[in-house]
């Protein structure tokens, strides 16, 4: 396993391996009746089904009943909120996204004060270590991702090219990581372009922004938004201004991995295994509530997704086949299923 980023303190990566569970681990959670809470920045999005998903079915298979799972819309007060309520309610513990790292610190200290084990999805708060405020960090190699969608990017961008980056506006560690890891790609190999940036402080406003940054620079050649959501959405914006532009972004939603498989705009994707994510971040919650010691960073590396090798990628990412508009595509460009090799 090839991690490119460290954690939130410095933390090198431990492998989703390090925390399997035996069949004798399940059966002790099974006797224990466990009650969990699941905490996330939305619902809406591909990536949070998926996480979500694998949360679920592991602690399913632990006999571990999830009593809650909060849809926080992005919004730290709703989440201030929810964990407040949740410790009253008394779980053995709590897997969260915090969705404000300075913000929501608080709340989620006064979880594991209160007793309750703490789990944590791809940010830790600020002020929080492993081991005395929280149990883990799980996500994905941010880093890692921001260093493919540049790469993916690179043979799209012709010469002295401008290229527009799209980040979140928000104190959250993940999409940072893979703001800076793109630039610092750019840099390093591409010193000919010209990156110009700009920050969307919602999704609400990811279309004006989006719309600023284009019309600011009418020579943009290429765009990196930092996931799929805004991603396709900036998409529609700069198809009616005009503009047809190579994109890359992280995260292989269906909307994306269909936008993929034309190459229209998107040419290539940085994909997150929020499945596989989930799953992890279940087991070390058993492996915790079983009074075990648990890594204090779990990293699962990117896939570098192309047009070429989307079906396959969409399969490990979803255990489901590719959606039927994303084969008809690759027809309509000459690409069969049957052809494709991984990238």
Known sequence: MTIAGL????????????????PEDMERARASGLRVAVVLHTLESDWAKQQLSGIIGMLGNCGVAVIDVIDCAFTPEVQIEA????????????????VANSKVAAAHARVSATGIKLILLDNAPTGLLPGKDYISLV????FGLGKIAAEGLSPHLPDGAEVGVLGYDADFFATNEREIAFVKW????????TLRVQRFPALSAVAATTRTLAEAHPDLAGF????????IMAAGVL??????IPMTTVDLGHAAAIGLAASDPLVAIAAQQPFRQGESAASITVTALLGRPAPDWVALPGLAVT???????FQTVW?????????????????KASDQHPS
């Open 83 to 98: 964990l407040g309520r949740l410790i009253e309610e008394a779980p053995d513990a709590i897997i969260s996204l915090p």
């Open 307 to 313: 047009a070429s090798n989307v079906v396959e990628c």
């Open 186 to 193: 750019m840099q390093i190999h591409r010193p000919d372009v």
């Open 7 to 22: 954690g939130p303190h410095g933390e090198r990566a431990s492998a989703p391996e390090r925390v399997l569970l035996l």
């Open 239 to 244: 198809k009616t201004l005009g503009r047809k």
């Open 139 to 142: 996500s994905a190699d941010n």
């Open 224 to 231: 990196f938004v930092v996931w799929d959501t805004p991603a």
């Open 319 to 335: 255990r489901a086949p590719a959606p039927q508009e994303v084969l008809r595509r690759l027809r309509l460009v000459g690409l």
